[in-house]
């Protein structure tokens, strides 16, 4: 089945820091790719769509300069949060869209912690 | 609205068949899928159907889509403690997008 990876799975920065979060699909090409974020005991909200060659569509209330997201290939995407602050602590989940098919999966999620 | 909604919380025994509901507004949905997310992973795609079909099964899964009432079920046969987690519905839309709006997410205990 399709793979998708995401680096790291947890991290803890200081306030104020920048954090940069990749998203792999493995084993097949995504034009598409999408960043969501979840708070406990809720369901994912969608921040952006990232499109490989182009710039990322965010939905709104979304900072996309505080959000910036990099797709340069059909296999990766990033997401770095600028200036990290606490509010921003939260579980970040990517999916892929797979070209050939209806689906998107996702990866593992990463753990956001800032102090 | 782009409102997709679910059910917080469920509990069956093990062994028994467990039925998760879903609802949505937008009758241009073009597919609707369910997830399911383990404490502190990432979603796995269980199953999908297209708006145009009104019964999927999949093994132990029967997904029952309505489109006149816009209501969506999974049924979850003999169900396991494996099975204990939150089940999401979602759909994606006509436009080129592909973007998924997410339900609120079923939790489904299952009890020993």
């Known amino acids: 089945g399709a793979v998708v990876s995401q680096h790291p799975s947890r991290v803890i920065c200081k306030s104020g820091t920048s954090v940069k979060i990749e998203c792999r699909s493995l084993?097949?090409?995504?034009?598409?790719m999408f960043w969501y974020r979840q708070f406990p005991k809720q369901s994912l909200m969608l921040m952006a769509t990232s499109n490989e060659g182009s710039k990322a569509t965010y939905e709104q209330g979304v900072e996309k300069d505080k959000f910036l997201i990099n797709h340069a290939s059909l296999t990766l995407s990033t997401l770095t949060v600028t200036s990290a602050h606490p509010e921003d602590s939260s579980f970040y989940i990517c999916?892929?869209?797979?070209?050939?098919?209806?689906?998107?999966?996702f990866g593992p999620g990463t753990r956001l912690t800032v102090t | 609205g782009e409102d997709v909604e679910q059910s917080l919380f469920l509990s069956v025994r093990e062994g028994d068949s467990s039925v998760i509901n879903c609802t949505y507004t937008?009758?241009?949905?073009?597919?609707l899928y369910w997830y399911k997310q383990e404490p502190g992973a990432g979603l796995q795609l269980l199953t999908y159907i297209f708006s145009n079909m009104d019964m999927k099964q999949d093994q132990r899964l029967t997904v029952l889509l309505n489109k006149k009432d816009k209501h969506l079920s999974l049924r979850i046969a003999d169900t396991q403690t494996g099975d204990s987690a939150i089940y999401f519905c979602a759909e994606s839309r006509m436009d080129s997008s592909y973007k998924l709006i997410f339900g609120s997410g079923t939790r489904l205990l299952v009890r020993p």
């Open positions: 084993d097949f090409q995504a034009t598409t």
């Open positions: 999916s892929a869209r797979d070209l050939r098919v209806y689906e998107q999966y």
């Open positions: 937008d009758s241009s949905s073009t597919y």
